[in-house]
């Protein structure tokens, strides 16, 4: 049995009903074989454990690892060539990205996150070409190197089975495209059209292989509803209610995906979803923007959870959520930073400030989100989301020891009026350069800047030379096939 004791001036457990966070002040935090095991004033729990490692002390603060509730890729599309583009052209330029070996790409962005105080990961692979065998390895590699570097994932595979590069069948779109480019896009797209059968298939696999794994968990991962025919909703509900798995689907990004859901099903994609038996606490609607009043209000009686993804809608035009409409409904709302924050990164103190500040609209008395609810949304709300529901987001005796000290000291330096409150001056002034340490399961993962398990600047150094080579030539291909694309795809939505 292996203890260690946190001191620190202020700890935040978490937060209550009205949002008012739990603060304990010159507390101390006892952690046993990776879970919170007390909680009380530092000068008790220093004398009944004596011999537990000590790490904290005066001038820092403790706050829950924060989650990142929606997250794809390592490398940024942008890093990669890709243009912030409006999401429906930004898929079409997306098939000329470069490829990244997967243990490498996760590294790069594991760092980013770990290093802005996220401890959890939602891990949503969007697709992947190949066998089931392939996806199968690709996602093990994924999934090591998080093990590696000591990240918590919850991990999906997106379901998908049609429509997979405009919101039309394959086949109907390639039979609009000139002669020479047809056989190069039905290539293309039919290496991702795995039957939705071994989808499924996939999924269970993983479930099995990672079971039991405390710091691994593999959910149902439905893409969007463009993306899925009526039979993959209903794979989806199946799995749902065979494994009781949590899931979480993309939907309402755009205004194009409304007028997609109008054509389809003569109404609302939330209200199509509810047919399915397909709302509910088990599930997570990402991204959300273009939800109606009723909309909100059929997901809030349901139970349902939102995830908003703030830099994504503002990079790619895709639109601003209600967020306070949300928050006004009751309904839960996480946060993700997506395929990369404002700043083409993975900072999720930053992705707080700016969540707060555009939700702020003009007139003295209109709502606004404040601080503790911002923060709420990168905590308990985000582990809500995920299988870890219970057990990540908060810091109570029970809970997985998922910790970010900061340097308080430095973050308030020279001068914080002290009469602001803590939520507040954290997510208008935390960055990365004040995390001291993150410790995920009790373990710590980064202290002082540097990470434990993983050499960085040798990972970025390996990225550096991988990119740098000649691009291969099937990279090449689709550099050119996203190219002579890219036009008839813009005009496939010319008229929407």
Request: hydrophobic fraction near 40%; glycine fraction near 8%.
């Given at each position: 049995?292996?203890?260690?004791?946190?001191?620190?001036?202020?700890?935040?457990?978490?937060?209550g009903p009205d949002h008012t966070p739990d603060?304990?002040?010159?507390?101390?935090?006892?952690?046993?074989?990776?879970?919170v095991a007390a909680i009380g004033p530092a000068?008790?729990?220093?004398?009944?454990?004596?011999?537990?490692?000590?790490?904290?002390?005066?001038?820092?603060?403790?706050?829950?690892?924060?989650?990142?509730?929606?997250?794809?890729?390592?490398?940024?599309?942008?890093?990669?060539?890709?243009?912030?583009?409006?999401?429906?052209?930004?898929?079409?330029?997306?098939?000329?990205?470069?490829?990244?070996?997967?243990?490498?790409?996760?590294?790069?962005?594991?760092?980013?996150?770990?290093?802005?105080?996220?401890?959890?990961?939602?891990?949503?692979?969007?697709?992947?070409?190949?066998?089931?065998?392939?996806?199968?390895?690709?996602?093990?590699?994924?999934?090591?190197?998080?093990?590696?570097?000591?990240?918590?994932?919850?991990?999906?595979?997106?379901?998908?089975?049609?429509?997979?590069?405009?919101?039309?069948?394959?086949?109907?779109?390639?039979?609009?495209?000139?002669?020479?480019?047809?056989?190069?896009?039905?290539?293309?797209?039919?290496?991702?059209?795995?039957?939705?059968?071994?989808?499924?298939?996939?999924?269970?696999?993983?479930?099995?292989?990672?079971?039991?794994?405390?710091?691994?968990?593999?959910?149902?991962?439905?893409?969007?509803?463009?993306?899925?025919?009526?039979?993959?909703?209903?794979?989806?509900?199946?799995?749902?209610?065979?494994?009781?798995?949590?899931?979480?689907?993309?939907?309402?990004?755009?205004?194009?995906?409304?007028?997609?859901?109008?054509?389809?099903?003569?109404?609302?994609?939330?209200?199509?979803?509810?047919?399915?038996?397909?709302?509910?606490?088990?599930?997570?609607?990402?991204?959300?923007?273009?939800?109606?009043?009723?909309?909100?209000?059929?997901?809030?009686?349901?139970?349902?959870?939102?995830?908003?993804?703030?830099?994504?809608?503002?990079?790619?035009?895709?639109?601003?959520?209600?967020?306070?409409?949300?928050?006004?409904?009751?309904?839960?709302?996480?946060?993700?930073?997506?395929?990369?924050?404002?700043?083409?990164?993975?900072?999720?103190?930053?992705?707080?400030?700016?969540?707060?500040?555009?939700?702020?609209?003009?007139?003295?008395?209109?709502?606004?989100?404040?601080?503790?609810?911002?923060?709420?949304?990168?905590?308990?709300?985000?582990?809500?989301?995920?299988?870890?529901?219970?057990r990540v987001g908060r810091l109570e005796v029970?809970?997985?020891?998922?910790?970010?000290?900061?340097?308080?000291?430095?973050?308030?330096?020279?001068?914080?009026?002290?009469?602001?409150?803590?939520?507040?001056?954290?997510?208008?002034?935390?960055?990365?350069?004040?995390?001291?340490?993150?410790?995920?399961?009790?373990?710590?993962?980064?202290?002082?800047?540097?990470?434990?398990?993983?050499?960085?600047?040798?990972?970025?150094?390996?990225?550096?030379?991988?990119?740098?080579?000649?691009?291969?030539?099937?990279?090449?291909?689709?550099?050119?096939?996203?190219?002579?694309?890219?036009?008839?795809?813009?005009?496939?939505?010319?008229?929407?």
């Amino acid at each position: 049995m292996t203890e260690t004791l946190v001191t620190a001036d202020r700890i935040l457990v978490g937060f209550g009903p009205d949002h008012t966070p739990d603060l304990r002040e010159d507390a101390a935090l006892l952690i046993r074989d990776g879970k919170v095991a007390a909680i009380g004033p530092a000068e008790t729990l220093r004398r009944d454990h004596p011999d537990a490692e000590r790490i904290g002390g005066s001038g820092q603060v403790v706050i829950p690892g924060l989650i990142n509730a929606h997250h794809h890729v390592g490398l940024t599309p942008f890093q990669l060539g890709v243009p912030d583009l409006p999401l429906e052209l930004w898929i079409a330029a997306r098939i000329g990205l470069r490829e990244v070996a997967p243990r490498l790409d996760t590294l790069f962005s594991a760092f980013e996150m770990i290093a802005s105080g996220v401890t959890t990961v939602q891990h949503l692979h969007a697709r992947a070409p190949g066998t089931p065998e392939g996806v199968l390895g690709r996602a093990d590699e994924i999934l090591s190197a998080y093990a590696e570097i000591g990240m918590r994932v919850s991990y999906s595979f997106a379901l998908r089975d049609q429509n997979r590069l405009v919101y039309a069948a394959d086949q109907d779109f390639v039979a609009t495209l000139p002669e020479p480019l047809r056989a190069p896009t039905a290539e293309y797209l039919g290496a991702f059209a795995l039957p939705l059968s071994d989808q499924v298939a996939i999924f269970d696999a993983l479930r099995s292989r990672y079971a039991g794994d405390p710091m691994t968990a593999i959910q149902i991962g439905p893409s969007n509803l463009h993306w899925l025919s009526d039979a993959a909703l209903e794979s989806a509900a199946e799995m749902s209610g065979r494994t009781g798995a949590p899931m979480h689907i993309h939907l309402l990004e755009t205004p194009y995906q409304v007028e997609y859901a109008r054509q389809r099903t003569g109404g609302s994609a939330v209200a199509h979803l509810d047919r399915f038996g397909l709302l509910g606490p088990q599930t997570t609607l990402g991204h959300a923007v273009w939800m109606t009043a009723d909309d909100i209000a059929l997901c809030a009686e349901r139970g349902v959870c939102l995830c908003h993804n703030c830099s994504s809608n503002l990079r790619l035009k895709s639109g601003t959520a209600d967020l306070n409409g949300f928050l006004a409904s009751g309904v839960p709302v996480a946060m993700g930073i997506d395929e990369a924050g404002i700043n083409d990164d993975r900072d999720m103190m930053q992705e707080m400030r700016l969540v707060q500040t555009l939700h702020r609209p003009s007139g003295h008395s209109s709502p606004t989100p404040s601080a503790a609810q911002v923060l709420q949304m990168a905590t308990e709300y985000g582990a809500a989301t995920t299988p870890f529901a219970d057990r990540v987001g908060r810091l109570e005796v029970g809970c997985e020891a998922d910790l970010v000290l900061l340097d308080w000291a430095r973050l308030t330096y020279p001068w914080q009026d002290p009469a602001r409150p803590f939520a507040e001056v954290l997510v208008r002034r935390a960055r990365p350069e004040f995390v001291l340490q993150v410790l995920i399961g009790g373990r710590s993962v980064l202290k002082d800047g540097r990470f434990v398990n993983v050499d960085r600047d040798q990972i970025l150094d390996e990225i550096a030379a991988s990119l740098g080579r000649s691009p291969q030539i099937c990279e090449q291909s689709r550099v050119q096939l996203a190219a002579d694309l890219f036009p008839h795809v813009d005009k496939f939505y010319a008229n929407w």
